[in-house]
């Protein structure tokens, strides 16, 4: 290897830190993702991209009534003029503002497969053809007539406008869908008429709030359809901060196939799921047999929506059943709302209803003053001129002799008439033809509208109060194109409330019901076999492993597992291995900790309690219901100090309770000195010189005190036999009757 080569001397290098180079270049980038990419203008609710579409397709002269040309062509000229990216993202761009089922009011109207609402992409841009819609043509209005700013394109060699003129809401008519870094904007689609009547309420009282514009603007209108589920309180909130989200529902209709048959009949799904995908998941959770109400789904869609559900049976629920569906599968989706916009084009804000209706109308407001100052400005060019024609057509004779016969016929012509250079200009380019048009009277005619139009705009111009009205007007014009009578303006998403679906029990709706026998060995392996199997006489286990405990439950079942360290997990028996393998070891099933085992498992019974005790001899009840626990992590019931550990888990049902150590020292006591608590180290049932408790049970004393011994043989102790063991907690105790177990334990 050579020497490593010094960098040359000279002013030539910088240092920079690292740091901060990355941040400068960082922060551009973010700046220009969230200025000139991501986010829409609060004004016409457009990107760069979809602005520079409409405005290439209106110079390609696109209108709504002219013939439409190439998707490629259009691609070719933004790319090469205005948006120096990928042509497929502009061809993307492109098709989106051509679905009806992604935009509410499309901006293009497509020729061709311009995809579907099962999620199909569009075909190539060189079969497809587009041009601009009504929708479209409003928001280009009167961009040639100085309406909006003007900036240099990329390559200096043309301009590209820097908002549109945007005679029409399209902000929250068509909402937008925007990642940037560090924000994102999502605005879902809402009725035009009503953001009209909105507006113009805004226009009346301008301090209105976004709740006071909820009357007119209840919700967001869906190009797909569907039914909004969401409180209007939780709405309200929404559209006053610009955050928040709508529970979307598909809307569907039950439909009776005679003799007491019926079927679900989907007519509309939630906005942005593709319905491919939605009748896969529901294909994939009939597999699973995840959904027992329902035998099949089949899409029968043509050009609209027609997804049939067939319940399992005709006793089913439709409700149910539904209700089941929106909980697992798209049918129900939220839709986000963040309306985080550029303001005034500038700034990323988080825009309320009422803010974001008075960026428009603000808007509006300019793109009208600019307007006609414009119109003004053309005006009085024209009168100009119109003033050197009426001086001139007095002596057109004179005016032709001097233009033949003169050197200089412009510098004449302004001696002789006392003319200004445009009028003289304008004479000198007066085509031979138009001399038999030249009539006083028609000249005089012009002259005065035009002083009229200039005293009108003048007035306009001096006036904001003219100004807003004729804004109104302007919107209550866009409101008749658009209202609710027309077929593109009527609303097409409702609002209902969702039925209350409290005393349902879905865990069970959900899964089939089905009688299991599970079986738990010492070793902690749990599986689950099918039916009711009173004879375990046959069931293998692993090596040295055995039976721990076995019980009857069914597969909507919850499973409770207890553990040494005083930690209660929940296990799903419909999740549980088959019985066909020796099943699997708990601890995969959930976060047990080194050195911990398990001392019990047992379906979840509502409504029962437990008696739970350490080895320190302290215990408490408590309730089944609160030892539920949802995650794999489980949730601690008894706390325990080292090297204590949870040696009872059992049912409490009764009003005695017998404790045994394993000093073998047994004591009985009512169940009512032992309290109910939820978590905790509880109180010490039973007093030990040394070692700890051995066992415990909960009984009714009028049936006496039972117990198996090693044989298998039941022994029962009755009430008045009982007396000797009688006492209080915290007691020692004193040794057990005849025949009681060796182990300590009680055996049931």
Known sequence: MGKPVNPPSGGEIENINLKDALEERYLAYALSTIMHRALPDARDGLKPVHRRILHAMRLLRLDPKSAPKKCARIVGDVMGQYHPHGDQSIYDALVRMAQDFAQRYPLADGQGNFGNVDG??????????????????????????????????????????????????????????????????????????????????????????????????????????????????????????????????????????????????????????????????????????????????????????????????????????????????????????????????????????????????????????RRSSFRLAAIDRRLEILGGLLIVYLDLDRVIKIIREEEEPKQELMRVFELTDVQANAILDTRLRSLRKLEEMELKREQKNLQDEKAKIEELLGSEKVQWKTIAGEIKEVRKTFGPETALGKRRTTFADAPDTSDIDFAEAMIEREPITVIVSEKGWIRAMKGHQADLSGVQFKGDDALKTAFFAETTSKIVVVATNGRFFTLEASKLPGGRGFGDPIRLMVDLEEGADFIAAFPYKAGSKLLLVGSDGRGFIVPTDETIANTRKGKQILNLDAPAKAVVCTEAEGDHIAIIGANRKLLIFPAKQVPEMTRGKGVRLQRYKDGGVSDAKVFKLKDGLTWKDTSGRTWTVAKEDLRDWMGDRTEAGRLPPKGFPKSNRFGE
């Not at 006793?315 to 089941?324: F, H, K, N, W, Y």
């Open 120 to 369: 199909d992409s569009a075909a190539a841009m060189r079969y497809t053809e587009a041009r601009l819609t009504e929708v479209a043509r409003l928001l280009l209005d009167g961009i040639d007539e100085d309406a909006v700013d003007f900036r240099e394109t990329y390559d200096q060699a043309n301009e590209e406008p820097v908002v549109l003129p945007a005679a029409f809401p399209n902000l929250l008519a068509n909402g937008s869908q925007g990642i940037a870094v560090g924000m994102a904007t999502s605005i879902p689609p809402h009725n035009a008429a009503e953001l009209c009547d909105a507006a113009l309420h805004l226009i009346s009282k301008p301090n209105a709030t976004s709740e006071q514009l909820m009357q007119y603007v209840p919700g967001p209108d869906l190009p797909t359809g569907g039914i909004i589920v969401e409180s209007a309180s939780s709405m309200a909130e929404t559209y006053r901060t610009g955050r928040g989200s709508f529970r979307v529902r598909a809307r569907w209709t039950k439909e009776d196939l005679g003799r007491g048959n019926w079927q679900i009949v989907v007519t509309e799904i939630p906005y942005a799921v593709p319905k491919s995908r939605l009748i896969e998941k529901i294909a994939e959770l009939l597999q699973e047999k995840k959904l027992p109400l329902l035998a099949d789904v089949r899409d029968e869609s043509a050009e609209d929506i027609r997804v049939v559900l067939e319940p399992r049976a005709k006793t089913v629920d439709p409700i149910i059943l539904m209700e089941s569906l929106f909980k697992l599968t798209e049918l129900e989706s939220r839709i986000p709302m963040n309306v985080n916009v550029l303001a005034g084009g500038k700034v990323p804000k988080v825009l309320g209803l009422a803010e974001c209706l008075r960026e428009w109308l603000d808007h509006r407001r300019e793109v009208l003053i």
